[in-house]
């Protein structure tokens, strides 16, 4: 399995229309994703969680991550996800980019 597996090269939205895409969580390492684009077209965030309940059993399970993407207006919109640490840009796990076009 690879860091950027399920990540689309492209998908279609309608306006108003929400989209999401699990990603592989590398934060036990230090590795975060960040994702940089969008505009008119389509906004987009990345989102963690939810966390365990506090009281729940410890396990070894990171906190669940995803893209969450919004067609907005008309358009297109390139998205680039990137998987590094912070603190050392140089140290990239993987990167990606998915086109959006919102109808």
Known sequence: MTWTEGIPAQVTLRVGEQWR?????????????????????ASC??????????????????????????????GEAVLRLRLARPWDPAAVLAEASVVVRVA
Do not use: F, K
Not at 45 to 64: C, M, Q, S
């Open 21 to 41: 895409a699990d990603l592989r969580s590398g934060a036990g390492g230090g590795y975060l994703w960040t994702v940089q684009g969008g505009g008119e077209a």
């Open 45 to 74: 965030r990345i989102v963690t969680g939810p966390l365990p309940e506090a009281g729940d059993p410890p396990n070894a399970v990171v906190a669940p991550v995803a893209l969450e993407v919004l067609g907005q207006a008309p």
